[in-house]
């Protein structure tokens, strides 16, 4: 019986050791102070930029995540079908991810003389890995036309994934093979489109054009356009019946911007958009109707279902686009 006892006791004592050092455990795993951060996630936070730098940034309560890496990363042009920009991580493209003892806000990630508080309690710096850009037009009805299901690009959208990146903590390394940071958008003026229906008509050759402060709409067509007798005829946009509009850098246009040989260089062009080749009776129809006005002729201009691209972005003019008429 005596030797029950003391192993009994003996039990007892070594439950409380074990129970004592549970609660030490616990007690440090529920320091706030001693938490070590393995992941973070910022794929659904709106990302930002500062007008001072060109830090792009995403915030969440107390953490931010940036990068700084030169604008033109964030070029306005669509780029090709898995063929994304890649900026290599380095000392001077930089991502950084902080956390701090409070919430957080703009100043201070863009203020030259940051705010004292909060104050910085773990920052994450990447030394190695790729930044990946994908960028896509954010296309939007125009409704600002009565064509019909017209579209406008309101701005780019640059999806980023990081690939690859070691991040250097104060508890080591931290490595990602794929971190998605997400997107970023820029905005762009939506292309102004504000013609009349009066539209002008080279004195020699088939090119006819309409003019809107510093933009043109010019049509080049061959010469079995606007007959002398009254009718409709359409063809298909093609390498002879060419549609182009271009926004310029300044206004001022004439004639002689679009019916001399060569074209003055100033204004210059800014954009230049391409209506896409017409497809039979499905896009790209230029359809003239020719009325008589006495010894003259009415020619009503309509564009039909084109699609205009650049480098990659596309709109759609809409379904029927009235460009415009003259007499001839």
């Known amino acids: 019986m005596r030797k029950i006892s003391i192993f009994a006791s003996n039990s007892i004592e070594m439950k409380k050791i074990i129970g004592l050092f549970a609660f030490m455990f616990l007690l440090i795993g529920c320091d706030d102070g001693d938490l070590t951060i393995e992941t973070i996630d910022f794929e659904d936070v709106t990302a930002d930029n500062c007008t001072e730098n060109n830090i792009v940034y ?6 931010i995540l940036l990068i700084e890496i030169p604008p033109e990363s964030y070029l306005n042009q669509v780029t090709p079908l898995n063929d994304p920009r890649q900026i290599v991580i380095s000392t001077t493209n930089k991502v950084i991810y902080r956390s701090y003892n409070g919430t957080v806000t703009e100043d201070n990630v863009c203020a030259t003389i940051q705010p004292i ?21 954010v296309v939007v009805p125009n409704t600002s036309l009565t064509s019909g299901n017209a579209t406008r690009i309101t701005g780019y959208n640059h999806n980023i994934v990081f690939k690859n990146v070691t991040f250097d903590k104060p508890t080591g390394e931290q490595f990602f093979e ?12 939506p292309l102004p489109f504000g013609f009349d229906d ?16 510093s933009e043109s709409l010019v049509l080049n067509l061959d010469n079995t356009f606007f007959p002398a007798a009254s009718g409709t005829q359409t063809a298909l946009i093609s390498a002879t019946n060419k549609v182009t509009y271009t926004l310029f850098n300044a206004g001022g246009l004439t004639s ?48 039909k279902k084109v699609t205009f691209t650049r480098n990659g972005s596309e709109f759609y003019l809409g379904d029927d686009y009235i460009y415009g008429s003259f007499i001839q």
């Open 117 to 137: 508080t909060p104050t910085v309690t773990e920052q994450w710096v990447a030394t190695s890995g790729t930044i990946q850009i994908t960028t896509t037009a």
């Open 198 to 213: 009066e539209v002008e008509k080279c004195s020699s050759g088939n090119t006819v054009y309409n003019i809107s402060g």
């Open 256 to 303: 002689d911007n679009f019916c001399t040989t060569p074209a003055p260089i100033t204004p210059a062009a800014s954009q230049i958009w391409i209506a896409e080749d017409g497809v039979t009776a499905t896009s790209g129809i230029i359809e003239v109707v020719t009325t008589t006005l006495g010894t003259q002729f009415l020619h009503t201009i309509h564009l």
């Open 58 to 63: 995403k915030i969440k309560e107390n953490e």
């Open 178 to 189: 794929t971190y998605i940071f997400g997107s970023y958008v820029t905005p762009v003026t």
